[in-house]
């Protein structure tokens, strides 16, 4: 059996997390031996099988969770259905596809806890997709009422703000559209990206804190808080669990106590830990 997260270098957070809490963004990898790495993946992250992630939940005090998957398993989601399965009425999923799927592997996805199909725009991961088959697959899943998570680059958001406008069904962007913090929320970036959050069908992400600024992370929370005022009942927070492509060692216990400074009151921060992804994701009350 795979061994669970070491956690002695982690300390346990100061907040505690309300009940039915999400973690909207954490991955898993592998185990290899059992879900092998894709031939043509940009990145080899080390191992987090589901026993890792169940063991930092525990010691965050995480409820739910949504699993993403990411490029460096490709299409095969195999380890994210896994690990849903593991407690299906607690886990959802949010899948990458290729064009070998049908729509039977999509209703399969979909009974495995599937509700959204991730698409990457980010440079080092290989850039925007085909946009021809990315327009088809947003058609498809619209009868399944799943949504499209975007991975973009802040540089881009700009000239994919038409574009993301139109989009047929519901789309939530990843890490406040990694946005540099050091630029403030005046940096026309984030004046895009909070149009775009103020859309009945636009969700943000008020995750990747660690990605868009340096240790302890505060230069991301006027970012993030810009993000929650302006929408607050359609941001979502996740940990990014392991923190894959990433150069420095996190804590995730950092990430959580930033939580009052960008959701300052208890509603606050019940709609974006709780209330939001539960709408999102169909978790039972």
């Given at each position: 059996m795979t061994p669970a997260l070491d956690l002695s270098a982690r300390r346990k957070p100061a907040v505690k997390l309300p009940p039915d809490a999400c973690d909207?963004?954490?991955?898993?990898?592998?185990p290899t031996a059992r879900f092998p790495y894709a031939p043509n993946r940009r990145y080899t992250p080390a191992e987090a099988p589901k026993e890792a992630l169940a063991a930092l939940h525990a010691h965050l005090g995480v409820s739910r969770a949504v699993i993403v998957q990411a490029s460096c398993h490709g299409a095969d989601n195999a380890a994210m259905l896994?690990?849903?399965a593991s407690d299906p009425a607690r886990h959802r999923g949010v899948a990458i596809v290729d064009e070998s799927f049908t729509d039977g592997a999509l209703e399969a996805?979909?009974?495995g806890g599937v509700r959204g199909v991730r698409f990457n725009f980010v440079r080092h991961l290989g850039g925007a997709p085909d946009l021809t088959f990315f327009h088809r697959m947003l058609d498809r899943i619209k009868g399944l009422g799943w949504h499209v998570v975007l991975h973009l680059?802040?540089?881009d958001?700009?000239?994919?703000?038409?574009?993301?406008?139109?989009?047929p069904v519901p789309f939530v962007i990843d890490h406040m559209g990694r946005v540099d913090a050091a630029g403030g929320v005046d940096q026309?970036?984030?004046r895009t990206l909070l149009e775009l959050a103020r859309l009945d069908n636009g969700w943000i992400k008020v995750s990747g804190a660690e990605r868009i600024s340096q240790y302890p992370y505060?230069?991301?929370?006027?970012i993030a808080r810009a993000l929650v005022k302006a929408s607050p009942g359609r941001v979502l927070w996740g940990t990014d669990f392991p923190h894959p492509?990433?150069?420095?060692a996190v804590d995730e216990a950092d990430l959580v106590d930033l939580l009052p400074r960008i959701a300052k009151t208890e509603e606050e921060r019940h709609r974006l830990l709780v209330a939001n992804p539960a709408a999102l994701y169909g978790f039972a009350d």
């Amino acid at each position: 059996m795979t061994p669970a997260l070491d956690l002695s270098a982690r300390r346990k957070p100061a907040v505690k997390l309300p009940p039915d809490a999400c973690d909207a963004h954490c991955h898993v990898f592998g185990p290899t031996a059992r879900f092998p790495y894709a031939p043509n993946r940009r990145y080899t992250p080390a191992e987090a099988p589901k026993e890792a992630l169940a063991a930092l939940h525990a010691h965050l005090g995480v409820s739910r969770a949504v699993i993403v998957q990411a490029s460096c398993h490709g299409a095969d989601n195999a380890a994210m259905l896994d690990a849903i399965a593991s407690d299906p009425a607690r886990h959802r999923g949010v899948a990458i596809v290729d064009e070998s799927f049908t729509d039977g592997a999509l209703e399969a996805l979909h009974a495995g806890g599937v509700r959204g199909v991730r698409f990457n725009f980010v440079r080092h991961l290989g850039g925007a997709p085909d946009l021809t088959f990315f327009h088809r697959m947003l058609d498809r899943i619209k009868g399944l009422g799943w949504h499209v998570v975007l991975h973009l680059d802040a540089a881009d958001i700009a000239s994919l703000n038409d574009m993301i406008r139109r989009l047929p069904v519901p789309f939530v962007i990843d890490h406040m559209g990694r946005v540099d913090a050091a630029g403030g929320v005046d940096q026309p970036a984030f004046r895009t990206l909070l149009e775009l959050a103020r859309l009945d069908n636009g969700w943000i992400k008020v995750s990747g804190a660690e990605r868009i600024s340096q240790y302890p992370y505060a230069a991301a929370i006027p970012i993030a808080r810009a993000l929650v005022k302006a929408s607050p009942g359609r941001v979502l927070w996740g940990t990014d669990f392991p923190h894959p492509n990433l150069a420095h060692a996190v804590d995730e216990a950092d990430l959580v106590d930033l939580l009052p400074r960008i959701a300052k009151t208890e509603e606050e921060r019940h709609r974006l830990l709780v209330a939001n992804p539960a709408a999102l994701y169909g978790f039972a009350d």
